[in-house]
């Protein structure tokens, strides 16, 4: 008998697993349809502030796949078709045509929850004025560059995240005179501990937007029903436009009311094969929790590469294939202009929290030969767990080269490498990529002379 | 009592054991005697490429460290002493002083030999006239650099290897016409595979280096003491310079004449604290076998990377600590002009002439998203063990972003990981710099999937 997989959300958690079940399954044993609520499936969220900054030009540029390909390889796509009701014992969903505003139930075998995340709205008034932005779905990216077309010239970017960061070097790309406003510290606060944020700070500041910390936003204030300005901490920054980006929330509403339980991170708990705690439902991307690999704890990471991996699991799974979802290393890049950060492990604060005790070291090195004319500048900070020298985290801000260099430590963190170990890697070299030490072996290097000196 | 090291070779391997030797015993505890024969001490020899190409303006700008600066460490560096002999039993060595042509003899507790690789000289006529350029010290970069600069204006390069494609480069920099010779098949012909090869050839092509496979070296031809011609299989090319560079071997006929046991890689054989078999006498850097972790045959690798770090382990251990040096991977990076190419592990060549049963992947990639304006080319081979599944070797060719990849392959490849392990670990990802698969991943999934057909 035909079995019938119901897919709600349609991009990477969702689309990645139809596809991989796809590829074990043909149609005439397994029948998978996706409801997707908006009008876009398969698209790059993470390519979104590229779109408004204009260095992607077009839209469909952001799209992997089309309904139609999908279409092509037997997987059923409904646009503009949004879930509004999971009956977990008869397996079947209630599903909204949002167009024709027509509801219809329709039945299960196997159910996959991919409803990602959803932007936060703060709880303060005005956010429903022409101007007000946020960064989630393309539609979202759509009305953002749409402002910035129709002439904005000041813009404020509520929250100091990702999003934030990137959107901010989007709007002054386009030459809005751009603030940044935020109730943290520092920027790529909880991402990053804050003397890396130091340096996107200071980066933002030379490319000409104003960092403002420390401040809460309390009201967007219009007039004829348009932004005027944003009051933050008692202060007024004045602005056509507002893009609030304070971060997003697993979606997991639908989930909850079908008694699907969530775990501690406020994701849908997931086991390691992506199934949830009710039979014949599952879940995958940023609405499902992760196990982190190196605090051992339960995460909710709303990023594309956790949302593939994810995906496909669930898919491998469901496609009668036997994997586990092996965790994650919390490992993210992002870039402000030529200044590359990124990250993997445990922050210094995020292994405090948990209690681990950690050296911590941090160093200039260079991206390429000391004496290299091109070198850029490279900081790394790096901590490992004090007794046993087990690795524990990296971040990297530099310039062209510096970030990606956070896979080989990331590496080494997936496999639990001490920084003893790390230390005789035989990673590559010549001159114009980095000295004759790498610097994730000076980072090693480092550690295991703070572990010596901690112990002795 | 003191004890008394006495160091052969001040580059990599001697001088980084000296350094760690000399931070774990105070000079009241170690005396530390280095004697290099050369005027040069802690020299990038990796850079000299540069050098010659004009991108590294000053020679001194590839010494990392100088005599003074060991001095001040109580390290006693002697330039120009040549080590002519070596007594293990009575552990004395004979040092001749080159310059005024003495010898003496002088005692040591412990010895560690860091002599180094020497040039192959192919037993061809004419090596001696002038023009005729080897590249393997300082002297040998500065001897070219002057020869460029002396109005030269047509060179051959014999060898195709790692430094003969730099030094290709650089001539052509510096408006020489520019012709490899080669008696292999392709460009870095052992280290990469052909096709990996021919990649690099064909953008040593389009920088107007004419590049010619199978043809060995016979004959350098000169008029009144100068070169003319390199005569090739049967086939004569016009120069003002000639490069040999046609490969390197381990200094080793020191060690031998001292009973210092060789391995089947024809370096000197240590044990992994870098002991020869000799009590006493140690061993590290380019005269030294290593074990390869993949392979698990003995290698000689003549690489910096290696060098230092089996130096610092020779320290480490002659300093009164206790650590292996745990072998190597093979992992080299190059580059032409904006093409990288990076291996580690085993090639397809050497995975066959080992035995190991393989499937091997080979794919185009990006080092951006598809859909990213500046996204470069990279072309990535891969291969895994049939039936276990484990990781044996990558090659990375690419535009700029693409090399330093190879170090996340590498640590897995360090760990054992099979690619079944490798397809989930949690990478970095942001349009700027990789799919939301990264090229690693990639490689993963591709080789799984060959691995699943393999067996089916």
């Not at 149609?27 to 876009?40: A, C, F, P, T």
């Not at 509004?84 to 139930?105: K, L, S």
């Not at 990471?301 to 586990?324: C, F, H, P, Y």
Request: proline share 3%; hydrophobic share 45%.
């Amino acid at each position: 008998m035909v079995e019938r997989l119901v897919v709600i959300g349609g991009d990477a958690g969702g689309m990645s697993a139809a596809s991989e079940a796809r590829r074990r399954r043909p149609s005439s044993d397994l029948e998978i349809v996706v409801y997707e609520r908006g009008g876009w499936i398969s698209f790059s969220a993470c390519g979104e502030p590229y779109f408004v900054g204009g260095e992607v030009e077009a839209l469909e540029d952001l799209v992997a796949r089309t309904p139609e390909q999908f279409a092509d390889r037997d997987i059923e796509v409904h646009l503009f078709h949004e879930v509004t009701a999971i009956d977990a014992v008869n397996r079947t969903v209630t599903v909204r045509n949002v167009h024709r505003d027509v509801e219809f139930e329709t039945p299960y075998d196997d159910l996959l929850i991919a409803t990602g995340a959803a932007a936060v709205r703060p709880h303060i008034p005005g956010l429903d004025l022409e101007g007000v932005a946020f960064m989630r779905t393309l539609d979202d990216a759509t009305a953002l560059r749409a402002l910035i077309e129709g002439g904005a010239r000041r813009a404020v970017v509520v929250g100091g995240g990702y999003i934030g960061v990137e959107v901010a070097e989007a709007l002054t790309r386009r030459d809005l005179q751009t603030t940044m406003v935020t109730a943290g510290e520092s920027a790529l606060e909880g991402a990053f501990d804050p003397e890396i944020g130091d340096r996107v700070v200071a980066r933002m500041r030379e490319i000409g937007i104003e960092f403002r910390a420390g401040l809460t936003a309390e009201r967007v204030e219009g007039a004829s029903g348009r932004v005027r300005a944003v009051e933050a901490g008692g202060e007024r920054f004045e602005a056509d436009i507002v893009v609030i980006a304070i971060g997003a929330r697993p979606t997991v509403a639908l989930a909850e009311a079908a008694g699907v339980p969530l775990g501690e991170s406020g994701a849908i708990a997931i086991d390691d094969h992506q199934r949830t705690l009710i039979p014949g439902i599952w879940a995958a991307g940023d609405c499902a929790e992760s196990h982190h690999r190196v605090g051992g704890h339960a995460v909710n990471i709303q990023l594309g590469t956790v949302a593939n991996k994810q995906g496909r699991i669930a898919g491998v799974n469901l496609g009668g294939g036997d994997e586990r979802f092996p965790g994650v290393l919390g490992t993210a890049i992002s870039r402000l202009c030529d200044l590359e950060v990124a990250r993997t492990g445990l922050t210094e604060a995020e292994a405090a929290d948990l209690g681990i005790e950690a050296v911590t070291v941090a160093f200039n090195s260079r991206t390429a030969a000391g004496y290299w004319p091109e070198a850029e500048r490279l900081h790394m900070k790096a901590l490992a767990e004090v007794g046993s020298g087990r690795l524990l985290g990296a971040q990297i801000v530099g310039g062209t080269g510096a970030g990606k260099r956070i896979d080989a430590f990331a590496m080494a963190l997936w496999n639990g490498m001490t920084a003893f170990d790390l230390v005789n890697v035989d990673l590559s070299y010549a001159p114009p990529f980095s000295g004759v030490w790498d610097p994730v072996l000076v980072a090693a290097r480092e550690l295991t002379d703070a572990l010596e000196s901690h112990t002795g």
